[in-house]
């Protein structure tokens, strides 16, 4: 089975039967024609979350994570390593201008890497408001009393006190309301 091409649903059935009576992702794997034991296991673990996306989007922020703990780790080491005056005189000028860049190069990485999650946590609430919006608007529904209330509490006094003048013109009352005065 060459790599890459997905298990098909008897694969994965017959390999799962293999793994419950084995235990063995290996064996699993040799039931199924299979050459690498970890394309069975990856798929036996994923039955439970086929959204492959989502299981992408976890191996990037594992390694992600990976990435950044070993960048820390070299940055710390340069620093180290150049922390002191007696430090820096050992090293040669080549390998002190190598420790700059290494230290900088890092940096610029771990703010990059920040950035990133910050795009991407702006994005997930992007699209969180954006499908609330969809519903609200696939279901055409007028708003509830709580969420007129909460906008109504949002505004301003002025444009509050425009708005109910605009509701009370509208509705051809005469009365003016009465200022609530706390």
Avoid: F
Wanted: aromatic share 2%; no cysteine; charged share 25%.
């Amino acid at each position: 089975m060459p790599r890459g091409i997905p298990l098909t649903p008897e694969q994965l059935g017959q390999a799962a039967e293999v793994y419950a009576r084995s235990g063995s992702y290996s064996e699993a794997a040799r039931a199924i024609g299979a050459p690498d034991p970890s394309t069975v296991r990856k798929a036996l673990l994923r039955i439970g979350d086929p959204n492959r996306s989502q299981l992408h989007a976890r191996a990037i922020d594992e390694g992600l994570a990976r990435g950044r703990r070993t960048l820390d780790g070299l940055v710390r080491e340069v620093r180290t390593r150049t922390a002191t005056a007696e430090l820096r005189a050992e090293l040669t000028l080549d390998e002190l201008l190598a420790a700059a860049k290494t230290a900088s190069y890092g940096v610029a990485r771990m703010v990059d890497l920040a950035e990133l999650e910050l795009k991407r946590r702006t994005a997930r609430l992007t699209r969180r408001k954006l499908r609330a919006e969809a519903l609200a608007l696939e279901a055409r529904s007028a708003p509830g009393v709580d969420q007129v209330l909460a906008l109504l509490a949002a505004l301003p006094e002025t444009e509050l006190r425009a708005a109910l003048m605009q509701l009370r013109d509208a509705s051809g009352l005469t009365t003016s309301p009465t200022p609530h005065t706390p």
